[in-house]
């Protein structure tokens, strides 16, 4: 039963380090005066300190329960051109949304900001993502657990596995917040319920395909910048990339949202099957040579 404990012991991990996180901002708020992006950087260099050698640490117990060491690790520095993968990936997706919400009507695109407005809160929010949610979620869901779950599961039943957890993570720890006298860190909501859900899925399929967590963490990172600075209107104190108004009563944003998760599943799940399809013609091939 080791491979409970391995699961249990990732799904503990990332937990305890977002709890600990949001503790440690709230702490150096209220014992130091600090706000804004010291507390939030605070929270993330807390959160990756906490996560990422643990994980790596339970990563080679892993290796001795599945009695293998592979050539090429999912986090090697060797495979991180990936993270440009993810990217790319996500800013075509998060485009194709905006045209064609724009060209349906469902948005009014009026007026694109120069960069001198966003970009320095960009770069900054983009660090603290960076140590909070995407290199610690990645290494603990999209890869420790998903690995483990792997072990004993087929892929969708691993993938499907990952995905629950990934949603139990916020909910655990907002209860926990406020048992301990904490502001919840989210609002759990069906909307939020069904974006973890779909999301997960779709970081899950980007790390199989490319076989690296480069790429969900180029991914994940990427989603979170459009959405705080393009898709949301609210500019974390600068102005967005561009504003836009809504003319559907904020549907236009949920497209582009959609379009950027939904459309990361579909494109993953095609590559999937394309590669498996040359796969069996290359066997096919073969047999018929011999």
């Not at 992006?37 to 990563?59: A, C, D, E, R």
């Not at 919840?184 to 967590?213: A, D, E, H």
Request: proline fraction near 3%.
């Amino acid at each position: 039963m080791r491979w409970i404990l391995l699961l249990i012991a990732g799904w503990t991990t990332l937990t305890a380090g977002l709890f600990l996180g949001s503790l440690s901002g709230t702490i150096a708020e209220q014992q130091f005066n600090v706000s804004g992006n010291i507390k939030l950087l605070i929270q993330g260099i807390v959160m990756s300190g906490l996560v990422v050698p643990t994980i790596l640490y339970f990563y080679q117990h892993i290796y001795r329960l599945t009695d293998t060491h592979p050539k090429k690790l999912v986090y090697s520095w060797k495979s991180a051109y990936h993270f440009i993968t993810g990217i790319l990936l996500a800013t075509v997706l998060a485009s194709l949304g905006f045209i064609i919400a724009s060209f349906q009507g469902w948005i009014v695109i009026e007026q694109w900001h120069t960069p001198n407005h966003w970009f320095t809160a960009l770069m900054i929010n983009t660090i603290i993502a960076f140590l909070y949610e995407a290199l610690p979620e990645e290494l603990a869901l999209r890869g420790m657990v998903y690995d483990v779950l792997r072990h004993r599961f087929v892929a969708w039943l691993a993938v499907l596995g990952q995905t629950l957890l990934f949603l139990s993570v916020p909910i655990v720890v907002n209860q926990i917040q406020a048992t301990v006298g904490l502001a919840p860190g989210n609002s759990i909501n069906l909307s939020y319920v069904l974006v973890i859900l779909c999301f997960g899925i779709c970081l899950q399929l980007l790390r199989i395909w490319t076989k690296s967590l480069w790429a969900t963490i180029g991914f994940h990172l990427t989603y979170l910048e459009i959405s705080r600075f393009a898709i949301s209107q609210n500019g974390y104190d600068v102005p967005p990339i561009l504003t836009y108004h809504d003319s559907l009563l904020g549907l236009g944003g949920v497209f582009i949202v959609g379009m950027i998760i939904v459309g990361g599943i579909v494109v993953s799940l095609f590559i999937l099957c394309l590669k498996k399809f040359i796969w069996r013609s290359s066997n096919l091939t073969q047999s018929s040579s011999s």
